[in-house]
């Protein structure tokens, strides 16, 4: 986010998507998804279709959840 100068959300999703994923945690995941579709694409017109595809992506993942973290089974 940083590098695009806070105007692309992407990097929260590739994010949540490769690195959360990866090491298991699924509340920096579910921040990192929660921060992207929270951002108001209006904003930024020039990034505005990156960012609702990135939305879109944020949310198909968000409802994949449970079967991208392993839960503790008791």
Partial sequence: MELSGRKRI???????ENVS???QNR??????LDDAIAFDCDRHP?????????QKRARQLKSL??????EERR
């Fill in 10 to 16: 992407s990097p929260l999703v590739s994010l949540a």
């Fill in 21 to 23: 994923t990866t090491t």
């Fill in 27 to 32: 509340a920096e995941f579910e921040t990192l």
């Fill in 46 to 54: 020039e990034a505005r279709l990156a960012n609702l595809l990135a």
């Fill in 65 to 70: 959840a449970g079967s991208l973290f392993l």
